[in-house]
């Protein structure tokens, strides 16, 4: 498979790294904001990232969630999908993502 379409998981420190790029981001709903359209995710490290909806919130059906989306900037991303998510690995496989010694793993 092509890197071009690979969406690495990602904690809000790797968001930096992805500008401009597809990842997928798993974190706690803190707050929805219906009227700007956004919510702010604790992501698995404990950093906050804006996340820009796709029309409104009726995609957050759950307080933990994997945002796949593009990176606007080193804190924000626009959704393109959302999946309800249990959190109790997620920060363990972000980071063997980007171990070396998983490389060809990935």
């Not at 798993?26 to 604790?42: A, L, T």
């Not at 804190?75 to 070396?100: G, N, Q, R, Y």
Request: proline residues 3%.
């Amino acid at each position: 498979m092509s890197s071009e379409y690979v969406s690495p998981r990602v904690n809000s420190a790797r968001l930096p790294d992805f500008v401009g790029r597809s990842v997928r981001l798993v974190g706690k709903v803190i707050r929805v904001d219906d009227n700007s359209n956004e919510m702010i995710v604790q992501a698995s490290d404990s950093g906050e990232v804006k996340v820009k909806l796709l029309n409104d919130s009726s995609d957050v059906t759950s307080s933990y969630v994997e945002i796949i989306g593009t990176v606007l900037d080193v804190d924000t991303m626009k959704m393109m999908a959302c999946i309800d998510m249990d959190l109790s690995i997620v920060d363990f496989v972000a980071e063997k993502w980007h171990d070396p010694r998983f490389s060809k793993m990935f």
